[in-house]
């Protein structure tokens, strides 16, 4: 019988986990995660408003509660933890299924200043991630700039625009909720590079902005005629047909005079975010033109547009963990079919999944097929990986070394505290923002 650890809890952990169990009817998996709460992105990236998406995690949980899984929360993996060498020597098999954790930079002067925050900050601050701080993001801002056009990009730039009324159903902690709520940011930009052929956002993220209570959605019709794919879009790829005969409506409706307005802006290249008192003011562009090829050249002209906030949504970056092979020009670890390769070569025992894998693309559901390819490498290695003898349990290994998981028990505990603290808030269930309050409301498993 296999032990196998899958190290993160998100989406490709448990789709990993649920195929283990599915193609294998005796592997026995812990599935370890650094937070004491399961579901990753799922719970700390998509966004508080979308409900439908939100509620995959009963999927994720079949897979948790499955008899022969186990969940243990708070346990890292890497330096201050439990490192790659000793996990894979209390296991059979180890799959890293830890995503994409930070983002990438734009290179740019003043990226730094006060006011400029990766989007990943800003949705950990309103997601409640026990790590994010709350910098002050709206803090005397009348105009952002969202850098970058991906459904991230798409998902910061409508949480700006959200009032109290659509933002008290969700389960954002409540200080981000007032915060929000009483928000002056009237002018949201969100700014590609690129043309709007060459959008990353999904037609229905993009269609959702148009029809945000209170705003206008403005697109500029000759800032849209520059891209080839504008006149005729019937040669396009399906979604990027959809998404530009969605902004071809915009352009071609007249704005309401609602309070709050999104622009959407095209070629317009980052260049340099401007510093105003100390604080960053605005950000200067480079106008490019198509290149022919997809890609754009910049044309010497340049536009300045008003921003006291910057949420700079160019892409996540896959992070290296201490003792596992990566690929800095991918951000991924290099892998055949799931399998981890050291200089080019298998070594069974190690695999990954996810955006790990493969780098941060694709919807949630993209890592389904990606999991069952490396669950079904690790299965077909299960003849070798089972000569080595491992410990029955490796629980009491880990709590040795001074490591006390939060298990399933602890999780169901945060889930009635988060909802207590909802019902005494009038609201649903509220999410506990800060490591403290979790780790408290986990210990309370035993009521
Ligand atoms: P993304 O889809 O890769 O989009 C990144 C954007 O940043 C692109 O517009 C890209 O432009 C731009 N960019 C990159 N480097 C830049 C630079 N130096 N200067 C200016 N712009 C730059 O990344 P994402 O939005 O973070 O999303 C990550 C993944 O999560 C995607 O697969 C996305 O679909 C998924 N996701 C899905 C949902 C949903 O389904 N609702 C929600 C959130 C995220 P270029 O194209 O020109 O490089």
Redesign the pocket.
Known sequence: MLRVAVVGSGPSGCYTTQSLVQLDPEVRVDVLDRLPCPYG?VRY???PD?EK?KSLQNNLRAALEHERVRFLGGVRIGPGGVGVARLRELYHAVVYCVG?AT??????PGEDLPGSWS??QFVSWYSAHPDAVDAGFLRDARSAVV?????????VTRMLARGLAELTPTDMPQAALNTLADSRVTEIHM????GPS?????T??LRELGTLPETDVVVDPAELALDPGYTDPSALPAQQRRNVEVLRGWAGTPPRGAPRRIHLRFFL??AELLAEQGHVGAARFERTAPDGHG??TGTGRHEVIEGQLVL?????RGVSLEGLPFDPVTGTVPNRSGRVLREGVVIPGEYVAG?IKRG?????G?NRPCAKETATALLEDAPVLALRAVRDDPLPALRAAGIDPVEWEGWQAIERAEAELGASLGRGVVKLPDWQSLLKAAAAKAR
């Open positions: 992105l990236g998509v966004a979308h998406i994409a983002d990438r930079r734009l290179g740019i989007a990943t850098i970058g056009v991906g459904n991230v990009a798409v998902d700014v590609g590079r690129r060459q959008a990353r956002f999904t229905k993220e290249r980052p890609g754009v700079r949504s160019v892409g996540y955006w941060p693309t694709g919807v949630i993209t």
